[in-house]
């Protein structure tokens, strides 16, 4: 399984955004709508052996769920929507527990530390790093667990975390890239190990 | 340079469209703006030596030229209102002379074959294609330029001008992509060409 966990540093934790506006007042929630495009969509087909978790103000969680979604469109508008529905279910989900607000999309009170050490546990996380190896260097690990930010840095806590919890020290390229091109770039590269012939 | 086409089957050609609705009404207009997005953004940066054209319902192309583009954002609904500022330009593009609607992003009345005719002189043409050589088999060309299609599949017509017009015929990896993620494969590919230790 490949696990993503995108950190929405300005998302939004209340239902009360329009979603004619994901850019500004959203807290640019139109760059983490990307992160699951990026996640789940191929031409014709979805990848449903995806996690994806957004990380909302580290105040609480949406996972995306691969095997399980539904009603799931490539546009960033039609995903804010799911992303709305599921801060409207929060009232729902006590302590850590999750509620499921559409098919595959689970809303909880849980922070960027409890989920990486969660998603941590039968993953090689993968830090993506300036300073990391060339990705053309490395075999690609079975369970690759990515953490991405969203169109801001990591805070120094974020980073501290994730080095602490990091396997493997990455980059994907010479060109610094937003995170959902990142992800696109990542799949890209595990899905071409072991197709010498493709 | 890097040079993309895209070609937008449903996409409009008049202004008239709800910025809400890009995904349906809009004939799939959100799949353009998301190419716009991979063609030009990085982290921090923006890749100013590239040109794309939008070729809606192959009537007219809006061509956006990295080096002079001004007021572009990520996310697809203020890309779509550029898109629709060019579509109110069009009746001050005469023939096959280009209008500027915003900065560096220009309307004319050209179609898919004069589009290719004009781009592919100085290029290398590269077909993406599922039986092509794998990418990472081949040295990556100076000057290409990509062709490539919005949500549906090319036409007999536009395929058969493709394969005219095509240099190389290469796969971007095995499994087959969205246009705005091969974009995004492509991009890394070509950034990391030569670059040993990056």
Same mark, same amino acid.
């Given at each position: &399984? %490949? ?8 998302? *939004? ?17 139109? !760059? ?23 990380? &909302? ?16 469109? *490539?546009?960033? %508008?039609?995903? !804010? ?15 850590? $527990?999750?509620?499921?607000?559409? *098919? ?17 546990? %039968? ?13 053309? =260097? ?30 493997? %020290?990455?980059?994907?390229? *010479? ?7 990142? $992800? ?6 595990? =899905? ?7």
């Amino acid at each position: &399984m %490949r696990q993503f966990i995108v950190l929405g540093h300005d998302a *939004p934790t209340t239902p009360d955004f329009s979603l004619d506006d994901l850019a500004g007042a959203a807290g640019r929630l139109d !760059a983490l709508c990307r992160c699951v495009n990026s996640a789940f969509f191929l031409s014709h087909d979805f990848r449903s052996d995806v996690r994806l978790f957004l990380v &909302m103000q580290d105040e609480l969680t949406i996972r995306f769920e691969g095997s399980e979604l539904r009603r799931l469109n *490539p546009d960033e %508008r039609s995903t !804010a929507a799911l992303i709305r529905k599921a801060l409207e279910a929060k009232s729902e989900a006590i302590g850590h $527990m999750e509620a499921e607000s559409t *098919p595959g999309v689970f809303v909880s009170k849980r922070d960027f530390e409890t989920i990486l050490d969660e998603a941590s546990r %039968r993953a090689t996380v993968v830090e993506l790093h300036e300073d990391g190896t060339p990705v053309v =260097d490395l075999e690609p690990p079975e369970d690759p667990l990515f953490v991405l930010s969203d169109h801001g840095d990591f805070t120094d806590e974020e980073a501290d975390l994730l080095a602490e919890a990091s396997d493997e %020290r990455v980059r994907l390229g *010479p060109a610094l890239l937003h995170g959902n091109h990142a $992800m696109t770039v990542a799949h890209n590269y595990l =899905d071409t190990d072991g197709y010498t012939e493709y």
